[in-house]
Nanobody
Framework: QVQVVESGGGLVQAGESLKLTCTGT????????MAWFRQTPGKEREGVGC????????YYADAVKGRFTLSRDNAKNTLYLQMNNLKLEDTATYYC????????????????????WGQGTQVTVSS
């Protein structure tokens, strides 16, 4: 059974940093590109970033470029999201997802490209 589990969310102040972790079990982790998405109530889920199976390619949403960094450790079946200089608008539930492909596609922001999802972890940024 495939499981994708996020952790590391919490309450931080604006300008601070937070690191999210996602662990995958029951799948060949290094076969998949991985991504982070986020969602706030009443809004569609939006892509934060995507990383290819071999970490060679990474893509970021414009809103987080330069502040967030995706990385992965295939030996540990783990994906990371380092978030620096957090802003109020980064408040959301963050989801980890395993892609249907090994590389991030140009359409990496489309949720339909991902076959496995975690339950999400809440990140709240306060002023």
């Amino acid at each position: 059974q495939v499981q994708v589990v996020e952790s590391g969310g919490g309450l931080v102040q604006a300008g601070e940093s937070l690191k999210l972790t996602c662990t995958g079990t029951g799948l060949s982790f290094d076969d998949y590109a991985m991504a982070w998405f986020r969602q706030t109530p009443g809004k569609e889920r939006e892509g934060v970033g995507c990383i290819s199976w071999n970490s060679i390619n990474t893509y970021y949403a414009d809103a987080v470029k330069g502040r967030f960094t995706l990385s992965r450790d295939n030996a540990k079946n783990t994906l990371y999201l380092q978030m620096n200089n957090l802003k109020l608008e980064d408040t959301a539930t963050y989801y980890c997802a395993a892609a249907r492909f090994s590389y991030c596609l140009d359409s990496w922001m489309r949720s339909a490209n991902y076959g496995y999802w975690g339950q999400g972890t809440q990140v709240t940024v306060s002023s």
